[in-house]
């Protein structure tokens, strides 16, 4: 059957991604375990993410955890270039169904766990080289759960978390906290591809954690 692009599965940075438009999308959304707080598509600040681990990349077999993953396609673009080890978490366990299968047909395996920002523990937390996370902080009540979070993963020794945003009031909020309290780096990014976004990097190195990732 003939598709119009829009409904086509795309190889965007090397990675097939379906469209929400895409009949097999369409489907798994109509369905009542639909995701529910906005992982019903692809967002475009992991993009951002992607270019600046293209410039500083993680040492091979670095741990990531992706938070906020919705259909996790940045942990399959650091499986894919980095051999990274990958974990997506998110709040909503029915955006995994959608993970799942553009992990199967970019050939990438990417561990899940349903889980809240603020509820990780330590435990796990610690066992997390770099977490990432493109447009998660876009409610204002995202900003406390983030921020316990980011002092959780400092504390646990995570060495790098890095939070994309095209610049929604929340994330700003957070990223003035987390510069004040962390000397996080905000940095101001754009991309031409697939389509021209402006947004920004929130940077936090851990100050006690001995190497970069
Ligand atoms: C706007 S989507 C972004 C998804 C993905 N990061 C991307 O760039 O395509 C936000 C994601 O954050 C998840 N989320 C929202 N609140 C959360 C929370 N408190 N803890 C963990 N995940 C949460 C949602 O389920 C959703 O998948």
Same mark, same amino acid.
């Given at each position: =059957?003939?598709?119009?692009?829009?409904?086509?599965?795309?190889?965007?940075?090397?990675?097939?991604?379906?469209?929400?438009?895409?009949?097999?999308?369409?489907? =798994?959304?109509? +369905?009542?375990?639909?995701?529910?707080?906005?992982?019903?598509? $692809?967002?475009?600040?992991?993009?951002?993410? =992607?270019?600046?681990?293209?410039?500083?990349?993680?040492?091979?077999?670095?741990?990531?955890?992706?938070?906020?993953?919705?259909?996790?396609?940045?942990? =399959?673009?650091?499986?894919?270039?980095?051999?990274?080890?990958?974990?997506?978490?998110?709040?909503?366990?029915?955006?995994?169904?959608?993970?799942?299968?553009?992990?199967?047909?970019?050939?990438?395996?990417?561990?899940?766990?349903?889980?809240?920002?603020?509820?990780?523990?330590?435990?796990?937390?610690? +066992?997390?080289?770099?977490?990432?996370?493109?447009?998660?902080?876009?409610?204002?009540?995202?900003?406390?759960?983030?921020?316990?979070?980011?002092?959780?993963?400092?504390?646990?020794?995570?060495?790098?978390?890095?939070?994309?945003?095209?610049?929604?009031?929340?994330?700003?909020?957070?990223?003035?906290?987390?510069?004040?309290?962390?000397?996080?780096?905000?940095?101001? $990014?754009?991309?031409?591809?697939?389509? +021209?976004?402006?947004?920004?990097?929130?940077?936090?190195?851990?100050?006690?954690?001995?190497?970069?990732?």
């Amino acid at each position: =059957m003939n598709q119009s692009p829009s409904t086509s599965i795309q190889n965007i940075r090397g990675l097939d991604i379906y469209p929400p438009t895409h009949p097999r999308i369409q489907k =798994m959304l109509a +369905k009542a375990d639909a995701p529910e707080i906005h992982g019903d598509k $692809v967002w475009f600040s992991s993009y951002f993410i =992607m270019d600046y681990l293209d410039a500083n990349p993680p040492a091979p077999k670095t741990r990531i955890m992706e938070i906020g993953c919705g259909w996790g396609l940045l942990s =399959m673009y650091c499986a894919q270039n980095f051999q990274a080890r990958t974990l997506g978490v998110d709040a909503d366990k029915n955006v995994f169904a959608f993970l799942e299968l553009h992990a199967k047909r970019n050939h990438v395996k990417v561990k899940t766990k349903a889980c809240r920002f603020e509820n990780l523990k330590p435990a796990l937390l610690t +066992k997390q080289d770099l977490i990432l996370g493109g447009d998660i902080c876009f409610w204002d009540e995202l900003v406390e759960p983030l921020h316990t979070l980011i002092a959780n993963a400092l504390a646990a020794g995570v060495k790098r978390i890095i939070i994309a945003d095209p610049g929604r009031t929340p994330f700003l909020t957070l990223a003035r906290r987390c510069r004040r309290l962390y000397k996080g780096k905000l940095k101001a $990014v754009n991309i031409s591809k697939p389509r +021209k976004h402006e947004g920004y990097l929130l940077i936090i190195d851990n100050p006690f954690a001995a190497t970069s990732p």
